[in-house]
């Protein structure tokens, strides 16, 4: 069975501020691996996935994830944080064929300080 | 290129009536998938559905929850004799048929509010 742990519900960071946001998974075989982002009343945008090409992935609005076998994370930062980042970001894993349903961490909240 | 569409955005129902939602895939993706967001539950995976075809109901609650997706039109997620712990807001998702790492692109939602 895949899962995926984010630790901590909200993060709080000053505008500028490095963002650091933490997923760490669990998967039996090669996982693909995928960051979400969720404004406020609205549905879930793609920020970047890990589908084994490279262990440094860049997304979109700024944002990159490093996976790390070693450590079984995929952490999602970004060196300097916007207004425009406070949101929901959701990380998930996904299987493959039958089994390609999204497997999601529970969220975490980041707001950003002016 | 549209994207996902889901409708209706909002749906009140008051409790032991039915709820139908409905989901039109991105132009192009044959393969829809449902999830549902409760409050401070997160994300959960309901149903994985291919045209005419279900291929993956384990999230599916036992009863009084269906899902379709026909030849022709959007998949529908009905629930019927609705209860207060269905409210919450539902997603669909739609991809390509599976590959290795086609991604899995969201509608806006419908939020139920069961009254």
């Known amino acids: 069975a895949q899962s995926v742990t984010q630790l901590g519900s909200h993060v709080s960071v000053s505008e500028g501020a490095l963002v650091l946001l933490r997923c760490n998974y669990s998967?039996?075989?090669?996982?693909?691996l995928f960051w979400y982002v969720q404004y406020p009343n609205q549905g879930l945008q793609l920020l970047l996935k890990?589908?084994?090409?490279?262990?440094l992935v860049k997304g979109i609005n700024g944002f990159e994830a490093e996976f790390k076998k070693s450590e079984t994370s995929f952490h999602l930062t970004k060196p300097s944080a916007h207004m425009s980042d406070a949101a929901e970001y959701f990380c998930a894993v996904r299987g493959t064929g039958a089994n390609s349903k999204l497997t999601f961490g529970k969220g975490i909240t980041l707001s950003v300080r002016p | 290129n549209a994207g996902v569409m889901q409708n209706p955005r909002h749906l009140v129902r008051r409790r032991g009536q039915e709820a139908r939602l409905r989901c039109s895939p991105m132009k192009g993706h044959s393969h829809v998938y449902w999830y549902r967001q409760l409050p401070e539950e997160g994300l959960k995976f309901m149903v994985y559905l291919q045209k005419e075809n279900i291929i993956d109901e384990s999230g599916m609650p036992k009863e009084r929850f269906s899902a379709e997706f026909p030849k022709e039109g959007p998949s529908i997620l009905r629930i019927q004799q609705v209860v207060r712990g269905d409210s919450a807001a539902y997603f669909c998702?739609?991809?390509?048929?599976?590959?290795?790492?086609?991604?899995?692109?969201f509608g806006p939602g419908t939020r139920l509010l069961v009254l």
């Open positions: 998702a739609s991809s390509p048929p599976p590959g290795a790492i086609e991604t899995q692109y």
């Open positions: 998967s039996s075989v090669p996982p693909y």
């Open positions: 890990y589908t084994s090409a490279a262990t």
